[in-house]
T-cell receptor, first 112, second 117 residues
């Protein structure tokens, strides 16, 4: 699986959009970009995933560059409860489930 | 979304004893479950992949005789830390993948905090 690079930490003001970048320059054509987050002392939570098109769900939007070498997770209106470590993971899509290899992630602090 | 539970949520044990952690998928059948450990301020480290009815596949550097994994049913996987020592103290997290999931989300349990005295 391709390696990802994320900034170690970011701050965001409550109510503003949080834009979390991820570099995955060695991504291959059949690898997906997944985002998970982990609130302190809890298990990770799935947020969103995509292959090449931008994706949006009730939690966030995922913007993937045309060359697929980087992506941005957008939390449109961050709240204090969005304070967590956000992990960008690149992996193959398997029918029987595939391993998730976690990097160091970005610690997002949403401040009042 | 699908729910995964872990039991116990916290456990404290004496050095040399064995501890069993359960991971259950509550509302779906999980053909594959994964076990992770996480040290304070660190990322999750995959320990092993557990497939129902077969032996677990361990990641490099993980001692299979130390961390026994059993996936006896489609809703239950167990991790037994044998002869636990203080360095085994960690946050253990499991995840499960529904066998028929369209996009193979992994659903994570809430974690088990193990403290070995």
């Amino acid at each position: 699986d391709a390696k990802t690079t994320q900034p170690p930490s970011m701050d965001c003001a409550e109510g503003r959009a949080a834009n979390l970048p991820c570099n995955h320059s060695t991504i291959s054509g059949n690898e997906y970009v997944y985002w998970y987050r982990q609130i302190h002392s809890q298990g990770p939570q799935y947020i969103i995933h995509g292959l090449k098109n931008n994706e949006t769900n009730e939690m966030a939007s995922l913007i993937i560059t045309e060359d697929r070498k980087s992506s941005t997770l957008i939390l449109p209106h961050a709240t204090l409860r969005d304070t967590a470590v956000y992990y960008c993971i690149v992996r193959l899509y398997y029918n029987q489930g595939g391993k998730l290899i976690f990097g160091q992630g970005t610690e997002l602090s949403v401040k009042p | 979304g699908a729910v995964v539970s872990q039991h116990p949520s916290r456990v404290i044990c004496k050095s040399g004893t064995s501890v069993k952690i359960e991971c259950r998928s509550l509302d779906f059948q999980a053909t594959t479950m994964f076990w992770y450990r996480q040290f304070p301020k660190k990322s999750l480290m995959l320990m092993a992949t557990s497939n129902e009815g077969s032996k677990a596949t361990y990641e490099q550097g993980v001692e299979k005789d130390k961390f026994l994994i059993n996936h006896a049913s489609l809703t239950l996987s167990t991790l037994t830390v044998t002869s636990a020592h203080p360095e085994d103290s960690s946050f253990y997290i499991c995840s499960a993948t529904p066998g028929l999931a369209v996009h193979n989300e992994q659903f994570f349990g809430p974690g088990t905090r193990l403290t070995v005295l």
